[in-house]
């Protein structure tokens, strides 16, 4: 069979090469590379270039909240793929806004397989949080995890730490500071980090297993996103063969949630959306005050043909539930 799409490719990038914009740190552009990857086995002929790109969010060591929020991850990269010096962007989902839309004439063409959505615990000598005493220092800048902490942990303090996961944990074992962090599982993975976790967080807390302290995911925990410019019609045509439709499930329930509940970086919210074994798609939605001493929460179950119905239905529940006062309570 003639390869239509190979030969668009070739004819589309024939000048030069296929730019897939990043963030800088070990992180994105290993994530990026792993795109990279996908295209080069798909189309050999076509040369692709990294295209490291530094944000906002990157540039400044301060509290995002101060940096006005909104996109402080995506901003500059959205800039450049829209002016067309970069062909794709990749990202992390979990860093993409909610409350802002897309910039105009773009979309995400293709998710990734989904990599663990689950949260751990990092100590220098392998503790795990049910070892750490009264008063023990936890390093997290995420108002999620933290809210979370405080819910089922209050005794716990709490500390924002910034900058790239492997400087975190080298600031861990050298200053002293803070007992433990919490990070993302697939973000250690892909650093080859996993033998520094102590403890792999449940998502859900179940008194059984100790009660030990849940972490329900961030939105989009887990997924790399690829964007593209839609006019950009064999791009979007070749994300279409790497998008992983279960992922793309999630993703739009969660995300639907996350819109209709308007939240802004800075609001404690978690969501968790998966196929069950009996087919049906499942949306765990949580939203929390800063301590994490209020909260509402829903679990509801849909049609994994309209992940966005279900979406707006954990919305509403959340939004019943007083969602709204939660959230505008802990904007700045
Ligand atoms: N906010 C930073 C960020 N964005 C995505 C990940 C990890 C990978 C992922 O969950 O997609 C991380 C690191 C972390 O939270 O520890």
């Known amino acids: 069979m003639a390869d239509a799409l190979g030969a668009l490719l070739v004819e589309r990038f024939s000048g030069g090469s296929l730019r897939l914009g990043t963030r800088t740190s070990p992180m994105a552009m290993h994530q990026a590379q792993r795109v990279a990857d996908l295209i080069i086995g798909r189309a050999p002929a076509v040369k692709v270039e990294l295209i490291p790109i530094k944000t906002s969010a ?14 402080t991850f995506t901003k500059e990269i959205d800039r ?36 663990d959505v689950r949260d751990v615990v990092v100590t220098r000598d392998g503790s795990t949080l049910a070892d750490l005493p009264a008063g023990a220092l936890v390093g997290t800048s995420s108002v999620r995890r933290r809210a979370q902490l405080g819910l ?34 697939a973000g250690l993975a892909r650093l080859e980090m996993l033998d520094r976790v102590a403890e792999v967080l449940p998502i859900e807390f179940l008194p059984a297993d100790g009660g030990r302290v849940a972490m329900v995911p961030a939105v989009g925990a887990g997924i790399i996103g690829i964007q593209a410019r839609t006019a950009d019609v ?78 707006s239905r954990v919305a509403s529940d959340l939004l019943h539930q007083g969602a709204r006062y939660l959230i505008t309570a802990t904007r700045k």
Request: glycine share 12%; proline share 7%; with cysteine.
């Open 80 to 115: 450049a793929l829209m002016a067309a010096q970069v062909d794709i962007a990749v990202h992390c989902m979990k860093d993409v806004p909610g409350d802002v839309p897309l910039p105009a004439g773009t979309a995400f063409g293709a998710y990734l397989p989904r990599d």
């Open 234 to 311: 064999p791009v979007m045509q070749l994300l279409d063969e790497f998008n992983h439709q279960p992922t793309a499930r999630d993703m739009l329930a969660e995300r639907t949630m996350l819109h209709m509940l308007r939240g802004h970086c800075n609001s404690p919210i978690a969501g968790y959306a998966t196929t069950t074994p009996d087919g049906q798609l499942s949306l765990f939605g949580m939203v929390f005050n800063r301590d994490g001493s209020a909260w509402a929460r829903s679990l509801l179950w849909g049609d994994p043909g309209d992940p966005a119905t279900l979406g």
């Open 152 to 185: 089922y942990r209050p005794d716990l303090r709490t500390e924002r730490i910034r900058g790239a996961v492997g400087s975190r944990v080298a600031k861990l074992d050298t200053d002293g500071r803070y007992d433990a962090l919490i990070l993302a599982c």
């Open 58 to 71: 990157d540039l400044w060591p301060g509290d995002l909240s101060e940096l006005g929020g909104k996109g």
